[in-house]
């Protein structure tokens, strides 16, 4: 069977759809609304196409037919039982108690979702217990009771945990069938229930790991993390529950059979020793102008992140413009961008920027959790005593050249924002990099640089593209990595410490003269700090090579290295220089623009992304325990 995909007719267009992109702030909906109504990118190019502000299901009310909406996942409610106290601590009742309750009648007050585990059906693994939350389902609605009306019941202390008012009533009065609520604070000594819920956005976030264009958070974004960090309330915590969920997280299992069967016994403890019962989700929505001319389309949405995704950024197309067009992005962050290329961003505007000008070894697949090559490709996998090559760049000791694991991959060059190609330096120096400063790092990345073992080159190809009488070049490096780290799991191996650069290793070296003078990893701003161009104009004075990369650059190259820097410095005022589709070219006080990269080298172009757009997926219409 042949299979042919539909994308665009210019896919050799480098970078993606709008040409620029204005990022400014806008001070609440009603303001965003009245843009939304105002947009025109014919002449003078003014409006607003996208809102950077989460709002509640009630300002969907707003009167303009021009505004659509983007929904994501805000927060899971649940309620943890009291299995200390009668008659709680009879599994009986507590099973009967679980069951008894309509989650659909509380979520319909909150414009929600009736859950009944803490694994989202928006989530990947979601597949491996649709049963079991299907037959959970089915038993709420065969509870009697009047069962529960045998307990004799009549006063119930719920506890209640950072939770709106709205929710707290919705789940006092689907409590009150049993007795009277009464809400007591958090932290009291006697109560019955305790209501709580967790932000997705604040979880994800939190976990979300992300240095130099690397991704170290593909668990993050499964639903047995976010189980497995629900569970951990519970009065009844054991460690069982962490055993399971650490034999899925570190693969101690064989095929993905075991996986499931893994993730289907962590469920299960929750629902018979747990005491945690899940209600519902809420979502929050995202304004977007969807007019017939003036509106944007073609969007890859992320259920449970919404926006926040690179591929987002990837499809996103102006209606008025088969490509190029002016993308208006307001927000109503007060906090300015960090700049940082080693962290992620605190809040979503500066994290699109982010995402915008740099491009990630891999990125998030939007719609199960798992990962989509981007710059990166890999091609295999072979784990067991994999011996190292003598050619290789080892990362550790000699005499430990043996790893657990060898990855091929082929790297997508190209040239750097300032017109350095991409060679094997940017990339050995940015492995160097997080050797060295290791210890600034996060423990998810600690992790996995000390299991770096060695880099080998095995060539860097060239093919020519002719396209409307210009020839494009596009090249391609062949890499493999060895790790000493192995898993079930192929592409998590892959996707474990790909090789990858987002900055040039001139850049790394700036940054790694700032941090070996005093300076954190955490305090680099490339564009709004007043003393790296102090020492950038130190290091490009004496055509700077660091003793790492003196076997790779010669004086020569490292001369034309840092003289297009300071070209760049010159024309643009900053030194955020990477590789991405993007590029910063002006931040002021109201407004920051970035432009398209259009270089005919840059190896993706518009409709790279556009099979995320429309997803093929199955819909699960019925489970059968």
């Known amino acids: 069977m042949n299979v042919v995909y539909g994308g665009h007719e210019l896919i050799l267009y480098p970078s993606f759809y709008p040409h620029e992109l204005r990022f400014f702030r806008v001070e609440n909906a009603e303001d965003a609304s009245q843009l939304i109504a105002q947009t025109s990118t014919t002449g003078t190019v003014k409006g607003l196409h ?12 707003l009167n303009n037919t021009k505004i659509n909406f983007i929904q994501e ?21 507590a099973d009967l108690l679980m069951n008894s309750i309509s989650r659909d009648s509380v979520a319909a007050k909150l414009n929600g979702q009736p859950v009944y585990l803490p694994i989202l059906s928006y989530q990947g693994d979601y597949i491996y217990v649709a049963d079991i939350s299907e037959s959970l389902r089915m038993k709420s609605f065969s509870i009697d009771s009047s069962e529960l009306r045998k307990l004799k ?16 009533e919705a789940v006092a009065s689907e409590l009150g069938k049993l007795g009277n609520v009464s809400v007591v604070k958090d932290g009291a000594d006697d109560w019955d229930f305790k ?40 009065v009844n915590m054991s460690s069982e529950p962490q055993s399971i969920y650490n034999k899925i997280l570190y693969g101690r299992y064989s095929n993905e059979f075991e996986k499931m069967l893994l993730v289907r016994q962590l469920v299960r403890w929750g629902i018979k020793h747990g005491g945690i019962i899940p209600l519902f989700i809420t979502y929050r929505h995202y304004m977007f102008n969807d007019d017939w001319d003036e509106g944007i389309y073609n969007m890859a949405v992320n259920p449970l992140t919404g926006i926040s995704t690179d591929v987002f950024y990837r499809t996103v197309k102006l209606k008025l413009f088969p490509w190029n067009g002016w993308l208006l992005i307001g927000h109503n962050d007060t906090e300015d961008c960090s700049y940082n290329p080693f962290m992620f961003e605190k809040t979503l505007y500066c994290r699109a920027i982010l995402m915008l000008v740099s491009d990630s070894a891999f990125i998030h697949q939007p719609y199960n959790g798992s990962w989509e090559v981007n710059r990166v490709v890999w091609y295999a996998v072979e784990k067991g005593g994999v011996k190292v090559p003598e050619d290789s760049y080892i990362f550790t000791d000699r005499k430990a050249a043996a790893a657990d694991s060898r990855v091929l991959y082929r790297v997508l060059l190209g040239k750097f924002h300032h017109g350095a190609e991409m060679r094997l330096a940017d990339i050995l120096y940015s492995y160097h990099f997080l050797k060295k400063h290791i210890n600034q790092f996060p423990p998810a990345v600690q992790e996995r640089v000390n299991r770096l073992v060695a880099l080998r080159l095995l060539n860097t190809t060239e093919s020519v593209i002719p396209l ?40 790394l070296s700036l940054a790694d003269t700032a941090v070996s003078t005093g300076k954190t990893i955490s305090s680099i701003n490339l564009v709004k700090d007043p003393q790296l161009p102090a020492l950038f104009k130190e290091l490009k004075n004496v055509n700077h090579v660091p003793d790492f990369l003196s076997k790779f650059v010669t004086q020569e190259e490292a001369k034309h290295r840092w003289e297009l820097l300071d070209g760049w410095f010159s024309q643009h005022g900053h030194l955020l220089v990477t590789n991405g589709p993007y590029y910063l070219d002006s931040d002021n006080s109201s407004t920051k623009i970035l432009k398209a990269f259009r270089s005919p080298a840059y190896p993706l172009g518009v409709g790279s992304y556009d099979y995320l757009s429309v997803p093929r997926f199955s819909k699960i219409i019925g489970v059968e325990p």
């Not at 996208?50 to 009310?61: I, M, S, T, V």
């Open 73 to 93: 996942v805000d927060r899971l409610y649940y309620l943890v039982i009291n299995l200390d106290k009668r008659p709680w601590n009879n599994s009986a009742v």
């Open 153 to 168: 019941i009549t006063a119930i202390k719920l506890s209640v945990q950072e939770v709106e008012e709205e929710a707290v």
């Open 195 to 234: 209501l709580s819920s967790i932000s997705l956005n604040n979880f994800f976030q939190k976990n979300t790991v992300w240095a130099n264009g690397i991704y170290f958070d593909l668990d993050a974004y499964q639903g047995y993390s976010l189980a497995a960090a629900i569970y951990r309330q519970s």
């Open 468 to 507: 409307a009488g210009l020839n494009l070049t596009k090249r391609d490096m062949w890499l493999e990595l060895y790790l000493n780290y192995t898993h079930p799991d192929d592409v998590k191996v892959a996707a474990f410490l790909p090789p990858w650069t987002m900055l040039p290793w001139e850049l």
């Open 50 to 61: 996208l809102y950077l502000a989460p709002l509640k299901p009630a300002a969907k009310r």
